[in-house]
């Protein structure tokens, strides 16, 4: 079965500084990644996917996210974090069965000023 | 142009009593989905409709939840006897083929 870790529950960085988002994933055959963001009160939204292609794809936001098949993973990015980027950030996987997605439990990103 | 529209926004009810959570998709988006998320969880996945048809729905948790896309556009949740342990908010999203999943803000569920 399909699924996504996500080791760390907060994350907490200076406005500035350079930020990443943890996410592990365990299918079998390619993966489908996802990476969604979401604020209080709202529902998610969309920031980036990897389907094939570049390791290295880039998002909404500045955001972008690093495939690594060797380590399964797919780490969240930011190059310099802003304060507005405080929310909650859920990786997922597409289910090979269909077209659900699969999330993880969250991480809480906390930027400061 | 329009996103995914949920209503209400928040429903409160009694332990009991039956409850519909409306959808309605971004319009020609084939594919709909029911998530649930509780507090600082992540969503799960209830129920997945292509078209008309529910294409999987292993995530209702029992008999209880049940849900409708007749004309594969809005579609309903629907949910007997609710319990407290229903409380949740109920997410909605749609897709086209390829197209990454476009949620709603969701339908706050309290059951007292």
């Known amino acids: 079965a399909q699924s996504v870790a996500q080791p760390e529950d907060q994350v907490n960085v200076a406005e500035g500084n350079p930020l990443t988002v943890k996410c592990t994933y365990s299918?079998?055959?390619?993966?489908?990644l996802f990476w969604y963001v979401q604020y209080p009160n709202r529902g998610l939204q969309f920031l980036l996917k990897?389907?094939?292609?570049?390791?290295l794809v880039k998002g909404s936001y500045g955001f972008e996210a690093e495939f690594n098949k060797s380590q399964t993973s797919f780490h969240l990015k930011k190059p310099s974090a802003l304060v507005s980027d405080s929310a909650l950030y859920f990786c997922?996987?597409?289910?090979?069965?269909?077209?659900?997605?699969?999330f993880g439990q969250g991480t809480e990103l906390s930027v400061k000023p | 142009g329009a996103g995914v529209s949920q209503t209400p926004s928040n429903k409160v009810t009694e332990k009991g009593k039956y409850v519909e959570l409306r959808c309605d998709p971004i319009?020609?988006?084939?594919?709909l989905y029911w998530y649930r998320q509780s507090l600082g969880q992540g969503p799960e996945f209830l129920i997945y409709?292509?078209?008309?048809?529910?294409?999987?729905d292993s995530g209702l948790p029992n008999d209880r939840f049940f849900a409708v896309r007749p004309e594969g556009s809005v579609s309903t949740l629907k949910i007997q006897r609710t319990e407290r342990g229903d409380s949740a908010v109920y997410l909605c999203?749609?897709?086209?083929?390829?197209?990454?999943?476009?949620f709603g803000n969701g339908t706050r569920l309290t059951v007292t």
């Open positions: 999203a749609s897709s086209d083929y390829n197209s990454p999943l476009h």
């Open positions: 299918v079998s055959g390619n993966p489908y």
């Open positions: 990897y389907i094939t292609g570049d390791n």
């Open positions: 997922a996987v597409r289910d090979n069965q269909g077209g659900k997605l699969i």
């Open positions: 319009s020609g988006h084939t594919a």
């Open positions: 409709f292509q078209g008309t048809g529910a294409a999987d």
